[in-house]
């Protein structure tokens, strides 16, 4: 089996989040990093490239396919920043409905400025997921 790119590294996150670009989505990656570490209570570390990472987790897929992943987790993208929650938790839809200005994929959301929604909610959210990823319940 082929070695998962995405894992952790040591690279430093605070090195990561001083070379985005933008001065805004840097502001807004420094303000996720803090929320998620709060919410997860777990330290923030890069995962593969470009993803800052918090926590990790035991996947288990329908397929039998396992790998290691975090509980919860974002990018600074170019175009918006990535937030890594969980496909499925408690709340997801009505909370995803009171957030404010934001797309959706697959276990992600998408969000161009952190000033285009609300922040409690968004704190919800990353809560809930935590959450559902901390029961080993929620699989790809």
């Given at each position: 089996m082929?070695?998962?790119?995405?894992?952790?590294?040591?690279?430093?996150?605070d090195d990561f989040l001083a070379a985005v670009a933008d001065d805004t989505r840097r502001r807004d990656a420094a303000t996720v990093r803090d929320v998620?570490?709060?919410?997860?209570?777990?330290?923030?570390v890069i995962w593969g490239d470009a993803i800052?990472?918090?926590?990790q987790r035991r996947l288990r897929y329908a397929?039998?396919?396992e790998l290691d992943w975090f509980l919860v987790g974002f990018s600074p993208r170019k175009a918006a920043t990535t937030l890594y929650l969980?496909?499925?938790?408690?709340d997801k839809e009505r909370l995803l409905a009171r957030l404010g200005r934001h797309s959706v994929g697959k276990g992600?959301?998408?969000?161009?400025?952190l000033a285009?929604?609300?922040l409690d909610v968004l704190t919800e959210l990353i809560r809930a997921s935590v959450g559902q990823a901390r029961?080993?319940?929620a699989g790809g």
């Open positions: 082929a070695t998962l790119k995405t894992a952790p590294t040591g690279a430093s996150v998620m570490h709060r919410v997860s209570g777990e330290p923030a800052v990472g918090f926590g397929s039998g396919r969980g496909e499925e938790f408690p992600c959301l998408y969000v161009k400025r285009d929604v609300d029961t080993g319940q």
